[in-house]
């Protein structure tokens, strides 16, 4: 199969281009290519796997490479099967059961404790513990050993 028939196939896909079409102008030439062939932004992922002389990167012997082959070709960033707006939706529903199901347990399966705390009277027992200045933390320095 020709690189032509394989991008004919993958053009008849609009949906899976839509994701990775090129942003440029399509009809302007790139003066930097100098007269080189200007190949459609597909990744060699989507192409089909059968019919062509190297089946493992998708390519015919004398197929012109792609000014961006490192990111097209098979061995470049995998292409997600799910658009990300669909993965980030899928994540903040998963995110927001596991949250909501801790706040159930939390604050509407947990009983109360049986008892009440202790509560110590004249303010928590500041002066039979010592007071307040003396249960502090205490500043010390390095000379003092």
Known sequence: ???ALALRRAAARPRLLSRCASTAAKHEP???LDGYP???FVSRQRL???GWQDPLMRRNFGD??????????????DIPPVAPSTAATHFLIAVSAFV????LVRYGLLQDPPALRR???YGGLVTELGGLDENKARVGSVDEE
């Open 100 to 103: 909501g199901f801790g706040c």
């Open 64 to 77: 012109a490479l792609h000014e961006e082959e490192e990111v097209l070709s098979m061995w470049g960033p």
């Open 1 to 3: 199969m020709s690189l």
């Open 48 to 50: 089909t796997p059968y």
């Open 38 to 40: 200007q190949l459609p």
């Open 119 to 121: 509560q110590y009277p």
């Open 30 to 32: 790139d003066p930097q």
